[in-house]
């Protein structure tokens, strides 16, 4: 690299023509009065002396100025770039988060390159969760995102965290509140969130817990893939991990939007054997003759998003309701083999 190779990219970082001029020549000369610098920069003493003090602020140079005469020295220069690159480290998360907020629409897929931009785009849309969450990562990243899962799960978010490459017995107490049930499993397991099914991210756990890796993850909206990214994990990974947390029930009545924190709430209930009546509206699936909504007391429950399981398949999410002596079974959006597509579910307890 030639002298002027290097002093455009030394221009890249906020350098002047003169500041460069002047920064290499301390560079040749090491440590050096203002004089000699001068000379060989071709710049006035009084000059080298104001933009001495500017490079040190930047972590250029230092300045020895009880030495008569001043006495100015190069920092190292693997210290110079180290800085540099924290500076991009620390800068590039914060840039890409601004372009995505401004991003068309019909962008669908992005690739990501940093962890630190990854960890970013986790909370960004942890932070914008409405109802269902599904996070598979590395057990020892969990500490980075807690306090945003845990406002998450503040929100009223169903959400289902897999933690992976765990260590011994995972302290079941530090788990409370990080997630509406936890699950752990020994090995690594691939980084995979999906939100509200319209938001997903996918990645290899290297890029999270290795810093210099060369690894890629992919962010993607679309409502037809991001459905099949959450099956994923629950068909591959979920029934595989081992149980370690569940939370409480929710206080009853409580309405849900999103069919599987129904589902959710309703088994935990049934392990209780607490009697609860369901009230869902939504539309009767083919030609069934039901109305637009629906009240009974939920007799069956089927799902395995938590033990024990009661569900055939591992994605199956359905309850079945008595309404004037007759069962009907309820599905989430999309049901084809359930009698009744729920949009919005209210439980209640019933009185015994």
């Known amino acids: 690299m030639d002298d002027d190779e290097l002093a455009a990219l030394l221009e890249r970082f906020g350098l002047s023509e003169k500041e460069t001029d002047t920064y290499l020549a301390i560079l040749d000369h090491g440590e050096s009065k203002a004089s000699t610098i001068a000379d060989a920069a071709d710049v006035s003493k009084r000059y080298v002396y104001s ?31 180290g800085r540099l690159t924290d500076s991009i480290d620390e800068i590039e998360p914060e840039l890409q988060s601004r372009y995505t907020a401004t991003e068309r629409a019909d962008e669908q897929f992005e690739v990501i390159k940093s962890r630190q931009t990854v960890l970013k785009r986790l909370e960004n849309l942890l932070a914008g969760a409405e109802t269902e969450v599904t996070l598979s990562l590395p057990a020892a990243v969990l500490p980075q995102i807690r306090s945003t899962l845990e406002a998450t799960v503040e929100r009223g978010v169903l959400v289902l965290l897999l933690l992976g490459a765990t260590e011994g017995d995972q302290d079941i107490a530090s788990l409370a509140g990080t997630a509406s049930t936890v699950r752990t499993w020994d090995a690594l397991v691939p980084t995979m969130l999906t939100v509200d099914g319209q938001h997903g991210l996918l990645a ?22 991001v459905p099949v990214l959450a099956g994923s994990f629950l068909a591959n990974y979920w029934p595989t991990a081992e149980e370690r947390y569940v939370t409480t029930p929710n206080d009853l009545p409580c309405t849900y939007e999103g069919f599987r924190s129904a589902v959710f709430q309703i088994a935990l209930y049934r392990a209780t054997d607490t009697r609860i009546e369901a009230s869902v509206t939504g539309s009767p699936v083919g030609d069934a003759d039901l109305p637009s909504s629906l009240t009974g007391e939920v007799v069956d429950v089927r799902q395995s998003l938590v033990r024990p399981v009661t569900s055939t398949l591992p994605i199956e999410n359905a309850f079945e309701l008595e309404v004037d002596g007759e069962r009907y079974t309820v599905g989430g959006t999309g049901a084809f083999l359930e009698d009744y597509e729920a949009q919005s579910v209210t439980i209640r307890k019933l009185e015994d």
């Open 51 to 81: 933009i001495s003090e500017e490079l040190e602020e930047r972590g250029f140079v230092e300045v020895d100025d009880h030495s008569v005469p001043t006495v100015i020295r190069p920092v190292q220069p693997d210290t110079v770039v």
């Open 204 to 225: 290899p756990s290297k890029i999270l817990t290795t810093a210099t890796s060369d690894t890629r993850a992919i962010a993607l909206t679309q409502e037809q893939l």
